[in-house]
């Protein structure tokens, strides 16, 4: 790849990094509004879902329009984790913001709440799993905004590195 090559599959990967933050924000958006009204946790869901799509669609556009219909795997798999960097790198940023100025301890009270159910205690006494129950809400109720940001941001980037593989399995094209 030439140094020109190089910096166009980063140019369109940023740009269609912003376009998947777009599609995590908005699925993270509805897992918070969903925890107290299910139906936006359907939604959440299916824009999980839709990220490995919106991804492959996105890559077969870059290698139809800027590459002339070829592309290789590893470039594609390169397309493919630079997309995850940018968009991982820009969700961390939103949920830093949501986190540090916005949640308010809302997100820690909700799953206090649904722990502290009948039903959840019961299933929770099934499994033996009080003390581990508790030491993760001791864990979650003293993590600053900041970590919950690099710990997505972390997980994302990982997931994409997996996910990569079969959407630039899937999408190269050689002569």
Request: proline share 3%; glycine share 6%.
């Amino acid at each position: 790849m030439t140094p020109a090559e190089y910096v166009q599959l980063k140019a369109f990967a940023r740009l269609d990094g912003a376009r998947l933050a777009l599609l995590w924000v908005a699925c993270f958006a509805c897992y918070i509004v969903g925890i107290a009204n299910p139906l936006y946790s359907m939604v959440a869901i299916v824009l999980m879902i839709a990220t490995p799509f919106f991804v492959s669609r996105r890559l077969a556009k870059f290698r139809d329009e800027g590459l002339g219909g070829v592309i290789s795997f590893g470039r594609g798999w390169g397309y493919s984790l630079y997309v995850f960097l940018y968009a991982s790198i820009l969700l961390a940023l939103a949920q830093y913001v949501y986190f540090a100025f916005i949640d308010q301890g809302y997100l820690l009270k909700s799953f206090t709440e649904a722990l502290s159910s009948s039903e959840a205690r019961q299933v929770v006494e099934q499994y033996g799993a009080q003390q581990m129950i508790q030491e993760s809400m001791e864990q979650f109720s003293q993590m600053r905004p900041i970590d919950y940001a690099l710990n997505i941001l972390t997980v994302n980037i990982v997931i994409g590195a997996v996910l990569g593989l079969p959407i630039a399995a899937l999408i190269k094209k050689i002569k």
